[in-house]
């Protein structure tokens, strides 16, 4: 032991530590700046999340002879089983009404115009009045000042019939995201974006109050697919604060070893081919293409990429991170784009609420 111990101490004064040795020749270069530890504030070292998207957005079904291993992946109808979860929810909704005279109700931000953010708004609005939850949405233009949206979430911080809020995210960059959700009362934050609550996600024996939705809409579209995750090497593509960083916490709970690929990843298809699991959230069309999964993977693709198409209702179609046609030759199973995660999202953001009412109210 005693060896093992001197051995250890002759490494870190060597050369087992890259840094230690950057330590070192900042000293020697007279360098002082009272800096007791050199490790810089985490805050410094976040960089813009900027991918190098695919030449090309279109795609192919993988050719027969370049694949010994091709098969149909099972595609995850992840409409039909949000519809059942929002079933079960509508019911719970009619007797709480009937039990206590109360509904859940849920407070929406929206600042700007994004097309995506509006598609998404409109469709969780619609999804409150199909179970009898509540909903109000207050907008503001895009250059609004941080103290409106923050005047606005005070109000509903108060409001006792509001008991969930959600601030669509993303927001114009000159707005604070941080301190604007950090300003929704915990017992509020349906949207599980709260420190406290991605903290108490990302700790052993802690429970958060909610679950990021997407995050808990995937795991439960695993669950229900049979899908085991226990033991199984995952990759979280993306590492947003929405859905890549709680996606990767949360499979981690679930015991399964995960690799995170992000837009300064050496090899991310070398990485990505290894994974049993792949969640796609990087938010660029295409990005994952057939090369980057080995047979049999499992594939959830959160991607949403807006891309123009005057044929469609509102003037673009939504397309995935994955390359579904060449994906579904090597996938066991696979959500499509739109109608896999999406509706999923919808439904845990309801299901959050609801619980959030029951909290609030005391209704069991």
């Known amino acids: 032991m005693m060896m093992a111990r001197r ?76 519809e059942e979860i929002r079933s079960g929810i509508d019911k719970e909704v009619r007797r709480m009404k009937e039990s206590i005279g109360k509904v859940p109700g849920l407070a929406v931000i929206l600042v700007g ?34 103290d ?54 990302a700790m052993r024996g802690r429970e958060p109050l909610f679950i990021p939705c997407t995050p808990k809409g995937c795991i439960e579209l695993l669950i229900r697919s049979g899908v085991e995750i226990m033991g199984k090497n995952a990759v979280v593509i993306g590492r947003s604060n929405i859905v890549g960083l709680p996606t990767s916490l949360l499979l981690q709970r679930h015991h399964a070893t995960v690799s995170i690929v992000h837009a300064l990843t050496k090899n991310p298809e070398q990485i990505t081919s290894e994974a049993d699991i792949v969640i796609a959230a990087a938010g660029v069309a295409n990005l994952v293409r057939g ?20 044929s469609c209702e509102y003037g673009y179609r939504l397309m995935g991170d994955v390359c579904y046609e060449e994906a579904m030759s090597l996938a066991s199973v696979i959500t499509p784009v739109p109608g896999g995660v999406g509706p999923m999202t919808v439904a845990m953001l309801l299901s959050n609420t609801l619980d959030s009412a029951k909290q609030a109210y005391g209704f069991t």
């Not at 009045?129 to 609004?144: L, M, N, Q, R, Y």
């Open 7 to 82: 051995t250890m101490r002759r490494m870190v004064g060597a050369t087992a530590w890259p840094w230690a040795r950057a330590t070192r020749s900042l000293s020697l270069s007279g360098i002082n700046d009272n800096r007791i530890i050199m490790s810089p504030p985490l805050v410094t070292l976040d960089l813009p999340e900027i991918w190098t998207p695919p030449d090309s957005h279109d795609c192919n079904p993988l050719p027969q002879r370049n694949c010994s291993n091709l098969q149909t992946g099972t595609v995850i109808d992840g409409k039909s089983i949000a």
């Open 113 to 146: 115009e994004r097309r995506d953010s509006q598609t998404y708004v409109r469709n969780k609005i619609k999804a409150c009045e199909e179970v009898g939850i509540k909903s109000i949405v207050t907008e503001f233009a895009d250059g609004c000042t941080e």
């Open 148 to 201: 409106e949206v923050l005047n606005a979430l005070s109000n509903y911080n108060q409001d006792s019939s509001i008991n969930g809020i959600l601030v669509q995210l993303p927001l114009p960059q000159h707005l604070d995201e941080g301190k604007i959700l950090d300003a929704v009362s915990l017992e509020k934050d349906v949207d599980g974006f709260h420190p406290l609550n991605i903290g108490n996600l």
């Open 291 to 310: 090369s980057w999964l080995k047979p049999g993977a499992v594939v959830l693709d959160v991607g949403t990429c807006p891309v123009d198409d005057p």
